[in-house]
């Protein structure tokens, strides 16, 4: 079989072991905002591409820094005295026979326009200083793309699996739900930068939330409590939506009123003051960061969705691992690797990892059609990254 | 028990599943050039704090971009025509009473002479241009290094294992290998950007090595094939030496000599011509990237070694663990979180996985015993640090 | 007296001699940019030291420099592919007790609003890259402020002349016609980036102009020919206007047709592509530049309106010299040195340079009484700084 | 007459004026370091260009700022807290066929290695962050260079005079003795910025000396005096040299030791703590700033010397006005104007004003040989800035 295809079995499920550690950044977190940006401006890319030439060309621009700026939050007001600093870099095709592409200005452009309609208080014009070091490629990487299949640029690895455990859906859920419009609606001070830590230990489950305050939109220290006893009460009940266990919520355990630390912010994210970030240092490709399960470093974001197995494996390995627990696997992990040189529909390695009662025959023929049609759809994907239809961070 | 020790078994050591992944990226990688970079600076950080105040402040300078320069290699020479460009970000303390501490002329002093040191071709002065926005941080982060006992500045998670696998043990020694005094001294050609990627597929691995050539050090294509042949037997012996299984090593991939593409650098790093790097986006703080064995997305280059609990469990975790298979055990899994606010020898929970056929209780006994211990160095670890006694990536 | 008056003559007006020579840069051109840009930021700050603290605080923004862009213009058409960079500096108060001045916000944030106002193609936001390292002066300057009638920070010279030659007004009206809003809305063509110099010899007058044109407004050469017609005749009935010599007016002699070289933009400024600028390189504080008169290298733009005398003395020079023209005198030259530490209202020297019939009796009396009336306005000269009813560039 | 020579005459020559002020920034005044930064790089450009294409190709980097640092200067001792920032911009032929000029890095190691040179106490490595934005030009320019004798590529004017009046030539004097190698051995507490500022009130000349000290050559208040002491001593001792009118020199007058404020620096540039510079603000082109005499504002500094006529004319002017001084007239000024499309060698006006008692008949014979003679050394010029021959800052 051309696709290299490997089954293996393991003998424990998520939900099954006696501890777990599950974490996800909210998207205002400096690491997402990174992950986002780095992404965003891969899809601005694509679309001016697209539109200019016809065809998407190759670019990888994965990697961003973000440097925090400085501001002054009291209860009731306060101010950015320092912007934040966000650097976009990496490569992309900068010149299309003797018509320059405009890198920088794609890149400032696309930047704002996202930060605006994400967050409510932060004036990305204000308040954000962004930067471009995006660079024309080398020569041999840019011809892999005008192949009819493209070819791996590189040996790179897809990881994810299937199903979520309880406590990956509770962690990543509460973030979804308190970052929902409808939750800001009825509580615009819970700011966008949210972070969950979620920790099972047997039946019990301890979440500790650290979500950043609007400081215009708390008025003092009670309002402040109040709005702690809301993100609380909002992410015990996403809880019990999800799972019977007993779940635990701690919200800013590092406020100390005494002295009068508390975690307030004037735009809703941390990254106002101080808190640095990188593309590619939070959630993996499904939204989570997950040490008992299987992961890989590649960042998906910014890098291009027609050629980079290392971004189109991770949202393949997950679509496979899901098609299977549907088709009746219990739990699933899957691992793929490209082989440099040759076209990204033969990875050199799939090894599907199962949980199942069911023959390593049975898992085999399962595995080969899904993957074989997953394989197939790899050189539509792009389509998809462009709407924005997976989640990737 | 107050470090919350959990025990758990799992059913397969790395060696005995049919597939496994493993990455090492070699110290001229542009990641690892920027894992390095920020650890060098928190040294320095630390070792001017302790000089001028007795003491280490806090500091968290974890976060660094490289975007790639602009070269001309060409057998038998070449040269930089766009330098690298090193950003190194996060906080430190900067301001001691009315002493100002100059964090950006630490930062490119100490850049620019650990660069000096590691490469060879590459002139820091001339090639890279080393840029500086660490800023001061918050005055909450910065007591809770002042107390005896440093207390958790963030719910964090360090994870570990041992033992390495053999292909593990292949992948990192291949790198170690090409990149040691002995090789360099006889094969000046071999850069020092040299990427490994182990895949075993049951008993066979095949490595797949991208390791930039020094143009100058190269006349021709036949030189190059040469030099190709040598990288290919070094390793071959590498692996000979740790284990039985076949190997079958690739170099260069993606050369294309039809093309006249070659991996040829003038400086010996990819970050010459292109290729962007990020701290915490490399090699785990084993020195390997292993989708098959827990990982966090802790990057331990540039924490503080007093009091960052992602910096300290991940060494840990990873002392634990190798304690524990010193003692009998075959494989362990260490994870470990903080709890913010408590002291860092006070872990939320460890959780110790074992394949062993050693009982639960022998397990647990054995395990109090070298968390116990290892907890109580954590306070000491830093001396360590400063010397670069672990590997941390 | 206090003000140190000396009286001299000279013997020949301007108009007078055998050859003139008279520059004016228009308010795109980047040198304009860059002085207007140091101004406005001065202005902001002004503003803002006044609202929130009651007082103007200091400042010296008076450092600025512009690095061109890169287009694409064509007629009918083109794009900006690499924004404009300007680079704000200087220092000012940034901390008010614990009070943090947001010295970069406003610097972007006033640079962006002024430039939306003056320029129609060109869209700050997008095709500019604002960046500003304005920095905290030193204590020893800052109490200077503090005192009722401020002190001299410096020694600095303040120069100017009037009344203006015949070729100097025809020089200023010309662009300050094309730059009108007259002319923008009956020929939008015609940019906004316009350096106009003037020679004489003898009777003739030889008017050498480049102007910027818009290419999205300029279908084809014919019409690009059309434009050079309307601004070569405009500056015509300008100079007629003003005097009875024989004018020659050239407009953008580097063009090229055969080789398809136009002064063709797409934002209306050559700051688009590749010229740079710098504050204090263009117009002197009259908005000329005139080597046949007495200049200083003192920049007016961005220094502080309290007590920089570079920026009060050149103004009062020319108030000086415009009176004493008014009060009789047919050409005056009036020089001022401020001496530190003194108040500002008692300068080193005051010297007139007259030439007139009158008796240097006369002239001294009239000055003493101008010189007296105008230093004793200095203190209060801010305000209209701030009301930019001051040509300074 | 192809040169447009035009003779005329002016009745008081500079020493007889009543009052005169004449200011030199010495060479470590930040914007001298700028203009020596601007033309450091166009030499090594020049010979860049030589070594590897045999001819000079087009550049024009003559902007430059300068950011000042932080510093804390103490009798003794101190340090550099935040490093000194320069940024050099303009264009230059950056690829010649497909060979890439390494533009950033020329800049960065020709600035270092001035800066090594020209300063005892300042180390450019640590003390100076050096960044370039020298950008390619546009083809139009590029191709005037490429003619056997130059084209003149803008309507620029040189203006210069000869001789130096003894106001002149006492504060060009104090200048460079106070920073020859002489006193620095014995005075080495004397730093390199030093500014001179010289007013002549009838017979009597004040002299005002802004003269940084190292402070790490001065070990208390009582060295300092004694320091100021020194400076004043020389500069008498020069000044009586060159004339034997009265002079009153008075150091470091915004000194207060009261306050303790002394004009204290670690590496003898006031650079080191917030006092900005550009290019092309400082002194013209005979090294002064001269508010009595004829003036331009074209920066020599960092100009092409093939063809920019805004350099090779004030150079010339200059010439033409010392060898009619030589020739026998008393008090030459000399204007320049190109003409933007003809050779260099043809300006559109050549006026001299003569302060002579020969006729016009003599001084137009006189001027036109000298005229022509200059002229005709215009191509060849280039060599001797190439050899920095010329003051032009």
Redesign the interface.
């Known amino acids: 079989m051309r696709n290299?295809l490997?089954?293996?079995f393991?003998?424990?499920r998520a939900d099954q072991?006696?501890?777990e550690?599950v974490?996800r950044k909210g998207k205002g977190h400096p690491d997402v905002i990174c992950d986002r940006a780095a992404e965003e401006l891969s899809i601005a890319l694509c679309k001016y591409y697209l539109q200019r030439y016809g065809r998407i060309y190759h670019h990888n621009v994965d990697?961003?820094?973000l440097?925090?700026g400085?501001s002054?939050p009291r209860f009731g007001g306060g101010?950015?005295?320092?912007?934040i600093?966000i650097?976009l870099?990496?490569?992309a095709i900068g010149k299309v026979k003797d018509?320059?592409?405009?890198l920088?200005?794609i890149a400032?452009?696309c930047t704002?326009k996202w930060m605006r309609k994400e967050f409510r208080y932060l004036d990305p014009?204000?308040?954000v200083?962004i930067?471009c070091?995006v660079?024309?490629?080398?020569t041999?990487l840019v011809e892999t793309v005008e192949e009819e299949i493209p070819i791996s640029?590189d040996?790179s690895?897809g990881?994810s699996y299937a199903p979520m455990s309880e406590l990956e859906k509770v962690v990543y859920g509460i973030e979804d739900k308190l970052n929902s419009r409808d939750v800001k609606r009825k509580f615009p001070a819970i700011g966008e930068d949210i972070k969950v830590?979620g920790?099972r230990?047997n039946g019990r489950i301890?979440i500790?939330i650290?979500c950043a305050m609007i400081s215009s939109e708390v008025g003092d220290e009670k309002e402040y409590a109040e709005m702690k006893d809301a993100v609380r009460q909002i992410s015990a009940e996403v809880a019990s939506e999800i799972c019977d266990r007993k779940v635990i919520v701690r919200v800013n355990?590092?406020d100390?009123p005494r002295?009068k630390?508390y975690y307030l912010t004037v735009t809703g994210t941390s990254a106002e003051?101080?808190d640095?970030?990188?593309?590619?240092?939070?959630n993996?490709v499904n939204g989570l960061?997950t040490?008992?399960r299987?992961?890989?470093?590649e960042?998906a974001a910014g890098k291009n969705p027609i050629s980079h197995v290392g971004k189109l494996y991770s949202v393949a390995a997950r679509r496979i691992a899901e098609e299977l627990v549907e088709m009746g696997l219990e739990e699933v992990y899957c691992?793929m690797?490209s082989q440099?040189?040759k076209p990204i529909t033969e990875p050199?390695?799939v090894?599907i990892?199962a949980y199942t009662k069911k023959s390593e025959k049975e898992v085999e023929e399962m595995s080969r059609t899904v993957v074989r049609d997953v394989l197939e759809e790899i050189p539509d994907m792009w389509k998809s990254f462009l709407q924005r239809k997976f989640v990737i961070f």
């Open positions: 290299g490997k089954i293996s393991h003998n424990q072991l006696p501890v550690i974490e990697k961003c820094i440097v925090g400085q002054n101010e950015i005295v320092e912007p600093y650097l870099a990496g490569r018509d320059v592409v405009p920088k200005k400032i452009d704002w014009l204000t308040d200083e930067d070091k660079r024309p490629g080398s041999g640029n040996t690895v990881v830590m920790v230990r301890y500790t650290a355990t590092a100390n002295k630390i003051h101080g640095d970030g990188e593309a590619g240092r939070g993996r960061i040490p008992y299987p992961m890989t470093m960042a691992y690797v440099i040189g050199q390695v090894n990892s």
